[in-house]
């Protein structure tokens, strides 16, 4: 009856992976088994199945992910490699086990071209090769399992590796100025508040599966997001760079112009989701308070 929880964490050294890392011991009974990238690549299906047949998994998250959505359409095979025969890969190696997959998939399945948040079944039709790939592992999970948690989310961010916030936030404090596209509609999420409701999902053991939304509440365009960064610098008395919004910042990946997602879903389960202010301006506090120190 009270047997350990066990949790194999994939992708582990990524922003999501070390966020739950920092978070494991707020779940008590369970342990965790984080592997990185070196330890374990997904896309090398003998060492996958040999790390599940050695334990007894009773679920995966699975941070790993080609995530470098620019890169992705110049090298589309590596990021089908890690998103499509990675995930299909973590399929075969736990059919037949009890595990349940927590995996984690994207705002970018979406074309962008609704002028409401999206719902989780609205049609997915992706425009770069990233959120191509993200959404085939999607379908595969579904095609092939029962027991799984497809969980998108949008702009994740964290005080780990590298995201949109700590570029624009140590540019600023480096003086630098910095234009940014106003075009694109979104939620920047926290990883902490991913972590949170994944760990929820395990502490409460959910059975209600299935693809579900998870990002913070509210809405903002990048532009807009980095001027709250900028404003939360100047209240703590810091100089700062400028933010010019631009309709336009040349990229090689096509961007969708809305990914608002729609998570009533998720909120019907755990209604305690922050809005995107409050979540950033703690990372953003974290952050400055280290960079003073
Ligand atoms: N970042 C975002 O804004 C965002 C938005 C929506 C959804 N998501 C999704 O959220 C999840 C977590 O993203 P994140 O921001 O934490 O990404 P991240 O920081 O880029 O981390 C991804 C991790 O996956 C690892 N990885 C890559 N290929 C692998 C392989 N073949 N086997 C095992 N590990 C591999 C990477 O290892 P290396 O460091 O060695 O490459 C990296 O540590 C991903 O599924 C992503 O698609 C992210």
Redo the contacts with the bound molecule.
Sequence with gaps: MNEKVSVLV??A?????LTLKSKQKELKNTDFHFY??KE????KKGRLTQIVRESNFDYCIN?????NVEEAEKFPEQAYA?NVK?VENLIEAFIGTETILIH????YVFDGQKGTPYLENDLASPINIYGKS?LKGELVIQEHLERFFIIR????YSKF?N?FLKTVLFNLINGKSMKISSMEKGAPTSCNSLSEFILFLINKKINEFGLYQFTARGQTNWCEYAKYIREIIMKASISSGDINCIEHFKTIAKRPKNSVLDISKARNLYPKINYWEEDVESVVQVLIQNHLK
């Design positions: 994939t992708g050294n990524g922003q999501l992976g990185d990238s374990l690549d997904i896309t941070c790993a992910a080609y995530t890690v990675g984690i998939s994207t705002d993200k989310t949008s702009w994740l590796g995201n």
